[in-house]
């Protein structure tokens, strides 16, 4: 079992969580199976991937119990408005085949257009509703969180972030676990850029026995981070989940942490004016 951690509404998700963009269809559907059976609990869809289907559809073939797994989905932009994000989660546990979503999040703010809030609302009531259990956001900077807590008195349970060597963080990390916001990271191994290749994340490999993908993903637990690895083989679905083992001393993580640049991001997507519909 993977160690645990606890949001301020008692969501209780495992350190390493699993990614499933771009599994999709009838190999999706194994691919994701075959995690749940080596160890993942918690599996991040979301409408815009299309693969809630093959997510429920994991969970059935897989020889877990329902209820010892997490899956979370995510509302895309374009569904802000109240009436549509409702009809958007009921559509998502429909697809999924799931009678209830573990967690749900909104996926970007979309700030343009100034509907979160009321997409969050949304959220709210889907989970009285027990639609879902969890609600949380991602890609939020603070003054968006400050917003849904101002207007509504309820913080999210997760954000999910953009966060990897290249973009550390620091700042939203500490913001969300002062509020008791677990922060999940995405894209947490780069996205075939030449992170992997670094001298410092190679060294720090060495000293371990470890792969470079490991040390990157216990760099990220140990910052409090909860890292979302994709992989299809089982081979990289065993070795991120092993990750968990690898205890980084305070100077390894400082060292890989050093990697951050003011121009980080993957793909420029910084969610003061980025829009995802």
């Not at 992989?231 to 065993?238: C, G, I, K």
């Not at 390894?252 to 793909?267: F, P």
């Amino acid at each position: 079992m993977l160690p645990t951690v606890t949001a301020h509404t008692g969501l209780e998700l495992p350190v390493i969580g699993f990614g499933t963009y771009r599994l999709t269809g009838d190999e999706g559907a194994d691919a994701v199976a075959r995690a749940i059976d080596a160890g993942y609990t918690l599996l991040d869809t979301a409408v815009g991937y299309e693969n809630e289907g093959a997510v429920g559809a994991a969970v059935r073939r897989s020889s877990v119990p329902r209820e010892s797994l997490i899956v979370s989905s995510k509302l895309p932009g374009r569904h802000h408005a109240y009436a549509e994000a409702i009809a958007t989660i009921e559509e998502s546990v429909f697809r999924s085949g799931l009678d209830y979503l573990d967690l749900y999040l909104i996926h970007w703010p979309n700030p343009k257009e100034g509907r979160y809030v009321e997409a969050w609302e949304a959220l709210i009531a889907a989970r009285d509703r027990g639609l879902v259990r969890d609600i949380g956001v991602c890609n939020f900077l603070p003054e968006h969180l400050d917003a849904l807590d101002e207007r509504t008195g309820v913080l999210p349970a997760v954000n999910q972030i953009e966060l990897h060597p290249y973009f550390p963080q620091a700042e939203q990390l500490a913001f969300d676990a002062a509020r008791g916001i677990l922060t999940q990271a995405w894209s947490p191994l780069g996205r075939g850029n030449d992170l992997l290749s670094q001298p410092a994340i190679a060294a720090v490999a060495s000293a371990h026995g470890a792969t470079p993908g490991q040390v990157v993903l216990a760099w990220a637990v140990a910052r409090g981070a909860i890292p979302l690895p994709k992989a299809a083989s089982d081979e990289r679905q065993r070795e991120n989940l092993a990750a968990a083992d690898i205890a980084l001393t305070d100077a390894e993580v400082a060292a890989i942490t050093a990697l951050g640049r003011a121009d980080g991001r993957l793909a420029r997507q910084d969610p003061a004016v980025y829009q995802e519909f």
